[in-house]
């Protein structure tokens, strides 16, 4: 059974820093690209950052981009999140999420994200 | 950045009866669209992708449709368990792809 498991959220002050943590389990983690997403109270959902599988490739959303850093431990199924500068609106749940390719005709494809954890809140403080 | 519009908002209705969700892009997304299906204190569930395929696992009952910029899913005769908000995802541009701001189906 394919899991994943984030930790790290917590309560944190405006300008901190916070390091959450997404462990796989039941798949050959690094054979696939890892993604994080994050929901806002009230609001929905908004993708964050994603990775290669050897971590050679990130990609990021503008609004977190030179603050949050994502990273990756085969060898320890892990994915990380370190996030940087936190501000108001970085309050949310996080969640981490297996990207899953889709080959459509024609050698053309996509990935969706097919597995996602139960996510770890954030929650920064003025 | 393609705009993913869900309509309607919150959709009120019995169990037993059929759901008919939208959502409609702001330009061509092809078949790359997927949906899922989301419980509070709980991560997404995919239930559809290629706009039309069922994931592993899922029930009949869900089905999806569409292509270019309109899509639709629809639940044949709605389950306690179905009750949820339903968010779709493009992902035609796959960086970052861009998520509908949901449909909550909540029980009449």
């Known amino acids: 059974e394919v899991q994943l498991v984030e930790s790290g959220g917590g309560l944190v002050q405006l300008g901190g820093s916070l390091r959450l943590s997404c462990v796989g389990s039941?798949?050959?983690?690094?054979?696939?690209?890892m993604s994080w997403a994050r929901q806002p109270p009230g609001k929905g959902l908004e993708w964050v950052a994603k990775i290669s599988k050897d971590g050679s490739e990130t990609y990021y959303v503008d609004s977190v981009k030179g603050r949050f850093t994502i990273s990756r431990d085969n060898a320890n199924k892990s994915l990380y999140l370190q996030m940087n500068s936190l501000r108001d609106d970085d309050t949310a749940v996080f969640y981490c999420a297996r990207e899953w390719w889709v080959e459509y005709n024609h050698g053309s494809g996509t990935y969706y994200p097919d597995y996602w954890g139960q996510g770890t809140l954030v929650t920064v403080s003025s | 950045e393609i705009v993913l519009t869900q309509s309607p908002a919150t959709l009120s209705l019995s169990p037993g009866e059929r759901a008919t969700l939208s959502c409609r892009a702001s330009?061509?997304?092809?078949?790359?669209l997927a949906w899922y299906q989301k419980k509070p204190g709980q991560g997404p569930r995919l239930l559809i992708y290629?706009?039309?395929n069922r994931a592993t696992g899922i029930p009949a009952r869900f089905s999806g449709s569409g292509s270019g910029t309109d899509f639709t899913l629809i639940i044949n005769s709605l389950e306690l368990e179905d009750f949820a908000v339903y968010y779709c995802l493009q992902r035609i541009t796959w960086h970052p792809g861009t998520f509908g701001q949901g449909t909550k189906v909540e029980i009449k």
């Open positions: 290629e706009a039309s």
């Open positions: 039941g798949f050959t983690f690094g054979a696939y690209w």
């Open positions: 330009q061509s997304v092809s078949s790359y």
